[in-house]
């Protein structure tokens, strides 16, 4: 038997023997792939673990992250992206608290009314200022906005200088999602209520609700200590020119209406149909007394940069970011109760999918034509602020980054076989995930949540404010992912079992890093930058003059 079998063998050819003897290309695939599983799992395992208590920004923990992040891009041969010669870009913090419960009054005339500070009103401690001491008088100016690509002018007719400008909170009616949260959120500094009021003299903001009975949304928050970068300028990143900003509960602010020329009930009437609301003088003023205290902290950005190959586009850059912060540690868990915020997948799956598609530049043996920017944010769950910081203080020309790609909280808990790229349809950026999806065997779905306006709500954002065509790339609701979503955001979203004990298939995340290196070679090998679509509300608020695609 084994002289026939040796017999047949020598009959094979040699040419055929060897083909049968070497691995496939999708064994090699297969192989890969896990391999760099293995290295995602590795890396979400040190960044989500409890030694690291949460990678709050500024703490010890996210410092050891930052240290641990540093030397991943050392060992993978990236160069230091960061300020002088080094791998960070110190963000430097101030936390600014309230010394004592600060004073707010309403004067009628003779009559004077005391509003009680976290049940009247709500006032944000100042970054600027450790005392104030404001009396001004007040005037209506609907919801303060002015964005003439909407026809929207809430200040014509009105002189608000030295005066407390008193706004409805929330967008117009009748307007797409991402632009009605654009217009009502708090990162905005061009276009929203207080630099509106700032740019036209006022002292102060007031926001009130524009539903009977309500409140406004960041009442809440307004009362607690107030974190924002601040440079050596003593320019900060969300505060305005303004004084004050505060927020008033539904009670209090009818009382600002007395005597005046329309109730607030009418105001609010009128608001829910028509887009723009007539403001007028209020006969009221309005004195505010506060003192606030201030923590000072740094916490850095880490950044590594791979220089292009390309003469002519090397001085071009994409960037490639995830944030690495987290909510640290609960501060009134109970005994025994697990108290660390891990961050499994909110953000350190995205950290690791990040220098997982680093890894996959370096190895391909070939450089990209512009360079490729690697960022881990810190301050994102503060309100996108390290990534702020970074944009208002960059380590190369903003002009000069042609495009961003945002790793934010991917769900590797399923075999997903689509992505939804928030901000694609506001740019040729769209082009590079749809031509990087098809080669992997994936689609591109619309976005299935408009109603949570995601495309504003991180990093990247904060690029797109500074003309940057960017992207927030999240697994898709096909092949069961809606469900895990829905379970996701109902039972693991900012909770503390965000963590490693989770089912998460570290295949998905291979898969994931390796669809963001895809879009991120093409967008750095192509011959023409990203290009805004033509006519799109955020290429012209925030990029005019750039040349224009068509869709």
């Known amino acids: 038997m084994t002289a026939l079998l040796f017999a047949r063998l020598a009959a094979v050819p040699l040419s055929l023997m060897l083909a049968a003897a070497a691995p496939s290309p999708i064994a090699d695939r297969v192989k890969?792939?896990?391999?760099?599983?293995?290295?995602?799992?590795?890396?979400?395992?040190?960044?989500?673990?409890?030694?690291?208590?949460?990678?709050?920004t500024g703490s010890r923990g996210y410092a050891v992250a930052a240290a641990y992040v540093a030397a991943q891009f050392a060992s993978l041969g990236l160069k230091p992206g960061g300020t002088g010669g080094g791998w960070y870009l110190e963000v430097p913090f101030r936390r600014a608290s309230h010394a004592s419960p600060?004073?707010?009054?309403?004067?009628?005339?003779?009559?004077?009314?005391?509003?009680?500070?976290?049940?009247?009103?709500?006032?944000?401690?100042?970054?600027?200022?450790r005392s104030r001491a404001i009396d001004a008088p007040l005037v209506f100016a609907g919801r303060g906005l002015s964005e003439p690509k909407l026809g929207v002018d809430d200040y014509a007719g009105l002189d608000v200088r030295g005066k407390f400008v008193v706004v409805l909170s929330g967008p117009p009616?009748?307007?797409?999602?991402?632009?009605?949260?654009?217009?009502?959120?708090?990162?905005?500094?061009?276009?929203?209520?207080?630099?509106?009021?700032?740019?036209?003299?006022?002292?102060?903001?007031?926001?009130?609700?524009?539903?009977?009975?309500?409140?406004?949304?960041?009442?809440?928050?307004?009362?607690?200590?107030?974190?924002?970068?601040?440079?050596?300028?003593?320019?900060?990143?969300?505060a305005s020119l303004l004084r004050a900003t505060l927020a008033l509960t539904s009670k209090s602010a009818e009382r600002l209406f007395d005597g005046a020329p329309k109730s607030l009930a009418a105001v609010r009437a009128q608001a829910k149909s028509q887009r723009t609301v007539r403001g007028f003088a209020l006969p009221a003023r309005l004195s505010i007394t506060a003192h606030s205290v201030w923590e000072d902290f740094s916490s850095p950005e880490v950044i590594g940069l791979l220089p292009g190959g390309d003469p002519r586009l090397a001085q071009e850059y994409v960037v490639l970011m995830g944030h690495l912060d987290h909510l640290g540690v609960k501060p009134d868990a109970k005994p025994g109760e697990d108290a660390i915020y891990n961050g499994a997948l909110d953000n350190a799956a995205g950290i690791a999918t990040m220098l997982e598609a680093a890894r996959d530049f370096v190895e391909s043996g070939k450089r990209p034509r512009r360079s490729v920017l690697f960022i881990a944010n810190t301050g994102e769950e503060r309100g996108l602020l390290g990534a702020d910081y970074f944009a208002a203080h960059p380590t190369v020309p903003i002009r000069q980054i042609v495009g961003a790609v945002d790793l934010d909280m991917p769900l590797l808990m399923y075999d997903f076989t689509d992505v939804v790229a928030f901000g694609a349809d506001h740019s040729t950026v769209a082009r590079a995930v749809d031509r990087a999806a098809i080669g992997m065997g994936m689609s591109v779905s619309a976005d299935p949540m408009p109603e949570e306006s995601i495309f504003v709500r991180s990093d990247h954002y904060q690029f797109v404010r500074r003309g940057v065509p960017a992207i927030l790339l999240f697994t898709g609701y096909a092949n069961g992912g809606k469900a895990q979503w829905d379970r996701f955001f109902a039972n693991v979203y900012h909770k503390p079992n965000d963590d490693i004990a989770q089912p998460i298939n570290w295949r998905a995340g291979a898969r994931y890093a390796r669809l963001n290196y895809e879009i991120?070679?093409?967008?750095?090998?192509?011959?023409?930058?990203?290009?805004?679509?033509?006519?799109?509300?955020?290429?012209d608020t925030f990029a005019p003059g750039q040349p224009r695609a068509e869709r």
Do not use: N
Request: proline share 5%; aromatic share 8%.
């Open 32 to 56: 890969a792939e896990q391999a760099a599983a293995d290295r995602i799992r590795g890396h979400v395992q040190f960044l989500a673990s409890d030694e690291l208590e949460g990678r709050d």
């Open 102 to 129: 600060p004073q707010a009054r309403l004067s009628h005339g003779k009559r004077t009314i005391a509003f009680v500070s976290g049940i009247d009103f709500a006032l944000q401690a100042s970054l600027l200022e």
């Open 173 to 238: 009616p009748g307007l797409p999602s991402e632009i009605a949260a654009h217009l009502d959120s708090t990162l905005d500094s061009t276009a929203t209520r207080a630099e509106a009021a700032a740019r036209r003299g006022a002292i102060g903001l007031v926001e009130i609700s524009a539903s009977p009975g309500g409140t406004p949304h960041r009442f809440g928050s307004w009362a607690r200590p107030r974190v924002d970068w601040i440079d050596t300028a003593g320019k900060t990143g969300t």
């Open 520 to 539: 991120s070679r093409i967008l750095a090998d192509a011959d023409q930058r990203p290009r805004w679509y033509r006519g799109d509300y955020f290429g």
